[in-house]
């Protein structure tokens, strides 16, 4: 019997999809649902800021959430295009982390989810998720086919082959 689904959460569409299975087999089978997100540090700070036009992370984030660090009158989206600071990309990184997981937990009690819990993780992607999987003890794991990755022609993106040939628990990948 499935009593824990980790959903790996990006905010990519598929992942936004795939975070919606979960949260619905959690609802169904009355099980706990912890959401990992991995940061994606070590990123150049350009193609961070275009993944996240590309897939709309930053859109939802409003002006007074925006952190402390970002001028006035900028958004999150422009401070990173712009940014030559690591500290500065790296807690900004760190904070659209922190909205997403945001997100993807009122998210998943929308749909019934009962039980959920978030985590931001650092790392490499695929073995962040693994362990997570590992040390929460779960049954399954929810995860789209791809990211936000810049590699499109590929069946399953690496992370999601990754973790579906490394895992021992039971995975899923959603499109």
Do not use: C, W
């Not at 912890?34 to 709309?56: C, D």
Request: proline share 3%; glycine share 6%; aromatic share 4%.
């Amino acid at each position: 019997m499935i009593k824990n689904l980790l959903a790996a959460y990006d905010g990519s569409d598929n992942g936004r999809r795939a975070l919606d299975v979960a949260a619905e087999l959690a609802k169904s089978l009355d099980a706990k649902l912890v959401i990992v997100h991995v940061l994606m540090q070590g990123r150049p700070a350009k193609e961070l800021a275009r993944m996240a036009e590309i897939e709309h992370l930053v859109s939802s984030v409003p002006e007074t959430d925006t952190p402390d660090f970002v001028p006035s009158g900028r958004t999150p989206y422009d401070f990173l295009a712009a940014s030559r600071s690591e500290g500065k990309s790296m807690r900004l990184i760190a904070a659209l982390g922190e909205q997403l997981t945001t997100y993807a937990k009122n998210r998943s009690e929308e749909l019934g989810a009962r039980h959920v819990e978030t985590i931001v993780l650092d790392g490499d992607f695929a073995d962040e998720i693994l362990e997570a999987a590992d040390a929460h003890m779960t049954d399954m794991i929810v995860m789209g086919s791809r990211g936000l990755g810049t590699v499109r022609s590929a069946v399953l993106g690496s992370v999601s082959q990754k973790v579906l040939h490394s895992a021992t628990q039971i995975v899923v990948t959603v499109k």
